[in-house]
């Protein structure tokens, strides 16, 4: 079975520019969680989608936003990037109680 | 309170030892528990839940304390590959806030 896979695995921009970011979660499951890991901290929680809806947002600026698609694959949009929004970004899907981990997409901000 | 507290660490182990740490929850409603284990700019993988009665998995074992609110992880015979970051998780009732709150991780490392 297929596990949750993220692209790019890479991703350079420049301050100002806009970012996607995406993630497939495993086969049937409907849950999607987005979240930031700066360089040497923890896991902070950016957003949870559910069944095509928003559920929970972290702490974060509008600016970081996303959607589900009816496939439940999301996606994530950081607009307006600031350099430290440099972090690895995971994603995580969850059909009942436990979450499995995309590989992340390393985002770099110049 | 924070919603999940780990010590930070980092917890510098001799090989062959037992090492275990706990993880501190504020919500006396949640109601799954999982350790994470996360290596150097990699994601996290679930290393194990936790079950009420305690489990074993190996040389882990988890148990879980609700009265005291905190779950724990203990490593018997450590190896120098057990070196990680282990994360501790924790789902609210009710599926409620982000539904999978993590710590910020213990920092362990398995000296030769």
């Given at each position: 079975e297929a596990g949750v896979t993220q692209s790019p695995t890479h991703l350079i921009k420049t301050r100002g520019q806009q970012a996607t970011l995406r993630c497939s979660p495993i086969s049937g499951h409907t849950s999607v969680y987005w979240y930031q890991q700066a360089l040497g901290l923890g896991l902070q929680f950016l957003l949870w989608y559910d069944e095509g809806e928003e559920r929970n947002r972290g702490n974060f600026p509008p600016r970081f936003s996303g959607r589900q698609f009816p496939n439940?694959?999301?996606?994530?949009?950081?607009n307006a990037l600031e350099l430290e929004d440099s972090a690895l970004y995971l994603c995580a899907s969850r059909l009942t109680y436990k979450g499995y981990f995309g590989p992340g997409t390393r985002l770099t901000v110049l | 309170r924070k919603e999940v507290e780990q010590d930070p660490g980092p917890f510098n182990v001799?090989?062959?030892?037992?090492?275990?740490?706990?993880?501190?929850?504020?919500?006396?409603?949640?109601?799954?528990?999982?350790?994470?284990r996360q290596d150097c700019r990699k994601e996290p993988k679930l290393l194990m839940s936790v079950y009420s009665s305690g489990n074993e998995d190996g040389r882990f074992t988890a148990q879980l304390n609700r009265a005291s609110q905190y779950i724990s992880l203990l490593i018997r015979d450590s190896k120098l590959s057990d070196s990680a970051t282990y994360l501790c998780v924790v789902t609210p009732g009710g599926g409620g806030a982000d539904g999978l709150t993590f710590g910020k991780g213990t920092h362990l490392i398995i000296q030769p």
């Amino acid at each position: 079975e297929a596990g949750v896979t993220q692209s790019p695995t890479h991703l350079i921009k420049t301050r100002g520019q806009q970012a996607t970011l995406r993630c497939s979660p495993i086969s049937g499951h409907t849950s999607v969680y987005w979240y930031q890991q700066a360089l040497g901290l923890g896991l902070q929680f950016l957003l949870w989608y559910d069944e095509g809806e928003e559920r929970n947002r972290g702490n974060f600026p509008p600016r970081f936003s996303g959607r589900q698609f009816p496939n439940y694959s999301s996606e994530l949009n950081v607009n307006a990037l600031e350099l430290e929004d440099s972090a690895l970004y995971l994603c995580a899907s969850r059909l009942t109680y436990k979450g499995y981990f995309g590989p992340g997409t390393r985002l770099t901000v110049l | 309170r924070k919603e999940v507290e780990q010590d930070p660490g980092p917890f510098n182990v001799p090989e062959g030892a037992t090492v275990a740490f706990n993880c501190t929850y504020s919500n006396s409603a949640s109601q799954s528990f999982f350790w994470y284990r996360q290596d150097c700019r990699k994601e996290p993988k679930l290393l194990m839940s936790v079950y009420s009665s305690g489990n074993e998995d190996g040389r882990f074992t988890a148990q879980l304390n609700r009265a005291s609110q905190y779950i724990s992880l203990l490593i018997r015979d450590s190896k120098l590959s057990d070196s990680a970051t282990y994360l501790c998780v924790v789902t609210p009732g009710g599926g409620g806030a982000d539904g999978l709150t993590f710590g910020k991780g213990t920092h362990l490392i398995i000296q030769p």
